[in-house]
């Protein structure tokens, strides 16, 4: 196996993994680190594409690295924004958590905080 | 060759396992730390498929920059009361692992059944290279064949950097983005901050300038700038602009505009949006990236710091 093919399952399995713990985590910031991971599993399936594309005399075809660059920084500032919406969300609810409402047991401290 | 081979594979193992434990860590700040790590040696497995451009940037903004926003996100949530945030329920955990272990043996089977060698527009990329004046490929691509994409991203980058201004309380608007920051910074990161910038800040240019002919470019030397000015910011050594500045906001879209301007004269002077005139090109190029890296470096820690927390300063 050579190294694209090996950086390709790599790949593939950082998918799997950014989507399981996108799916299992209930907290939001663990939702987002996992959703980067699944992003860099995809951007190193282009790389893999890009490898493969070697030709002309040089390593790896420019069009997907060049995707792949404008991509880490587009996830970034989508990042960036999440966490901003997060932090705000916790300092006006003073919790972090995706739910509409505290459920039933924890309604006692859970209202007004 | 097989000692390579076994490196790959040693590398391809420790990505995974970094992985796994950003996603099974107990604690949001452990997770974080975590990816900063994953990110380092993603960009080596960068490195290994001949992308140098992506490794560097990868290092720079996937990992570092991205880093510090999820370790200080993650280091002031601490606080908040995770009792309501219950894991899903076994069975359904079992399922939805099932389901991404799907998902990943049909993406690895898909990679695996894939034609190798891959369709590639290398020949075309490396052909005109010389109407451009550049020698490195990818930022040909980034500047001059998909122009359009590298300068609408850089509005993606303005707009967050609304989005995230926007969330300002209305008491603070006008203030330095941010939190407070400490009376006394810590000595360590203080000397840090003092010691590190002029390297980084000859680095920084110095990348941004060689992007034409080696691997580099404005978004990565733009990325290390902007980690000089976080640094020194976050020791406290410097306040970070209120978000009122006129100046900076100019900074802020000057990338972008700069682009769209030259973009539109091209209409007129070289038949076609974004065109560039044949023999003038590099000089063009050269002096949009040096706007888009001032707006990379810019934006960066402006994104990282976060709306203002603080009522301006009269």
Request: proline share 8%.
């Amino acid at each position: 196996m050579n190294t694209a093919s090996l950086a390709g399952i790599t790949g593939a399995l950082l998918v799997g993994l950014g989507l399981f713990g996108l799916v299992t985590n209930p907290r939001p910031l663990r939702k987002l680190l996992a959703f980067n991971l699944l992003g860099s599993g995809v951007f190193l399936l282009f790389g893999v594409l890009a490898r493969r594309g070697a030709a002309a005399g040089i390593a790896a075809d420019p069009v997907p690295q060049a995707m792949v660059i404008t991509g880490i920084v587009v996830a970034f500032s989508a990042t960036a924004l999440a966490v901003a919406l997060l932090l705000r969300l916790f300092e006006e609810t003073g919790r972090s958590t995706l739910r509409a409402d505290p459920p039933s047991k924890a309604a006692g401290d859970g209202s007004g905080a | 060759m097989t000692v390579v081979n076994a490196l790959d594979i040693g590398l391809a193992a420790l990505v995974l396992a970094l992985a796994a434990w950003t996603v099974a860590a107990r604690e949001a700040f452990a997770a974080a730390v975590g990816y900063v790590a994953y990110g380092l040696l993603l960009s080596l497995v960068w490195v290994r498929l001949f992308a140098v451009d992506v490794a560097l940037t990868e290092a720079a903004i996937g990992s570092g920059v991205t880093g510090v926003l999820l370790i200080r996100a993650a280091a002031r949530l601490r606080g908040a009361t995770p009792a309501l945030d219950e894991p899903l329920a076994p069975p359904l955990r079992f399922l939805a692992g099932v389901l991404c272990a799907m998902v990943a043996g049909a993406l690895a089977a898909t990679v695996l059944l894939m034609p190798d060698p891959a369709p590639t527009l290398a020949p075309q990329a490396v052909g005109n290279l010389p109407s451009t004046g550049l020698g490195n490929a990818v930022t040909a691509v980034l500047i001059s064949y998909r122009a359009f994409d590298t300068m609408l991203e850089k509005v993606v980058l303005v707009l967050a950097v609304v989005g995230v201004w926007s969330l300002a309380p209305d008491a603070c608007w006008g203030g330095s983005p941010g939190a407070p920051r400490p009376a006394r910074p810590e000595a360590a990161l203080a000397f840090l901050a003092q010691v590190l910038p002029p390297l980084g800040i000859v680095v920084g240019i110095h990348i941004f300038w060689v992007g034409a002919d080696e691997p580099g470019g404005a978004f990565q030397g733009g990325a290390i700038l902007a980690a000089m000015w976080m640094i020194t910011m976050m020791a406290g050594l410097t306040e970070a602009p209120p978000v009122s500045s006129t100046r900076l906001r100019l900074v802020l879209v000057s990338g972008p505009a700069v682009f769209l301007a030259i973009g539109l004269a091209g209409v007129v002077i070289a038949g076609g949006f974004l065109a560039y005139p044949s023999g003038s090109a590099k000089p063009l190029i050269l002096f949009i990236e040096a706007f888009m890296t001032l707006t990379i470096a810019a934006t960066l820690p402006m994104l990282v710091a976060g709306p203002p927390e603080q009522p301006p300063q009269p």
